[in-house]
């Protein structure tokens, strides 16, 4: 079965700082990931994704993250961040097929602070 | 049209109460999910439809009927909901295969 760890419940940077939320995955075989963000009662946007190839994957809001198969880990990573970002970050993994049953990661709940 | 839309923002009904919530996608894609989202958790799968068929259903209560009338429209008919089934009801559509899944802004439901 596959699975997400967020260790980081709640994570606060100062405005300006760089950031980094953890996630580490569960699956078999090659997995397809995700991070998505989630402003307060709204729904999910997707920031990136990695299916295969170059494993640095850039995304929107000047957001990357980067797939490490060795420490199944898919961290995302910003050099500088905006109050605006301040929001819920879900990572995901899912499998292939014609739909897919996506797993989400438990949040990251991100605080910027002026 | 690059979104998917659900109506309506907000819900409130009560136990005997029969209501539906609607979720529409005009991006020409196959797949169609509802998810429920409890207060600070992550969203959970309740039904998948895939090219108009029932694909996965989660175990969810029958108070919870899904339906997929045709392949942009998926509805969510409730009735005789609890209380403990209020959340943040979401809707996602997807190409399927490689790609990633499109959500809308959610139902807020409060069942009284």
């Known amino acids: 079965a596959q699975s997400v760890t967020q260790p980081d419940i709640h994570i606060t940077v100062s405005e300006g700082a760089s950031l980094e939320l953890r996630c580490n995955y569960s699956?078999?075989?090659?997995?397809?990931l995700f991070w998505y963000v989630q402003s307060p009662g709204q729904g999910l946007q997707l920031l990136l994704k990695y299916f295969s190839g170059d494993t640095l994957v850039q995304g929107i809001k000047g957001f990357e993250a980067e797939f490490k198969r060795s420490q199944s880990s898919f961290n995302l990573r910003k050099p500088s961040v905006h109050w605006s970002d301040a929001a819920e970050y879900f990572c995901?993994?899912?499998?292939?097929?014609?739909?897919?049953?996506?797993?989400f990661g438990i949040g990251t709940k991100l605080q910027v602070i002026p | 049209d690059t979104e998917v839309t659900q109506t309506p923002k907000h819900l409130v009904m009560g136990m005997t109460n029969k209501k539906s919530l609607k979720c529409e996608q005009h991006?020409?894609?196959?797949?169609m999910y509802w998810y429920k989202q409890k207060a600070k958790k992550p969203p959970e799968l309740m039904f998948v439809y895939s090219y108009e068929k029932l694909s996965i259903n989660e175990s969810v209560p029958s108070r919870f009927s899904p339906e997929c009338p045709n392949s942009s429209l998926l509805n969510l008919h409730l009735h005789a909901l609890q209380p403990e089934d209020s959340a943040l009801y979401l809707c996602?559509?997807?190409?399927?295969?490689?790609?990633?899944?499109?959500f809308g802004p959610g139902t807020r439901l409060t069942v009284l």
């Open positions: 991006m020409g894609h196959r797949a």
């Open positions: 699956y078999g075989a090659t997995p397809y």
């Open positions: 996602a559509s997807s190409p399927g295969g490689y790609n990633e899944q499109f």
């Open positions: 995901a993994v899912a499998r292939s097929g014609g739909y897919q049953k996506v797993t």
